[in-house]
């Protein structure tokens, strides 16, 4: 089982940076892929990026790419999300995930641990 903290998340501007952080405990770390979801309110939880056990490959959603950058560091158990170019559109609560079954970005159902969410809002 992985235990999964985040931090990270605040008020921001639009036009704004965050970066959100994950720290994961319970399993070796760099066996999993990870990823980034969110939700906005009235709506449904939404993956927005990915990344294999090694860091070595990465997934983004349409909405995510160009803005935001994934990364992990295995040393230190611990996924980020450096979110750029922030929009009022991208206001919601930030979940990381694991997906301990698979090493690399399988889909995003397969994810199965989560953290308990930090909320990220940007005024307009």
């Known amino acids: 089982q992985v235990q999964l903290v985040e931090s990270g998340g605040g008020l921001v501007q639009a036009g704004g940076s965050l970066r959100l952080s994950c720290a994961a405990s319970?399993?070796?770390?760099?066996?999993?892929?990870m990823g980034w979801f969110r939700q906005a309110p009235g709506k449904e939880r939404e993956g927005v990026a990915a990344?294999?056990?090694?860091?070595?490959?990465?997934y983004y959603t349409v909405s995510a790419k160009g803005r935001f950058t994934i990364s992990r560091d295995n040393a230190e158990n611990t996924v980020y999300l450096q979110m750029n170019s922030l929009k009022p559109e991208d206001t919601a609560v930030y979940y990381c995930?694991?997906?301990?079954?698979?090493?690399?970005?399988?889909?995003?159902?397969?994810?199965?641990?989560w953290g308990h969410g930090t909320q990220v809002t940007v005024s307009s």
């Open positions: 990344i294999s056990w090694s860091g070595g490959s990465t």
């Open positions: 995930a694991a997906d301990v079954t698979h090493a690399y970005f399988h889909s995003w159902d397969a994810y199965d641990c």
């Open positions: 319970g399993r070796t770390f760099s066996s999993y892929a």
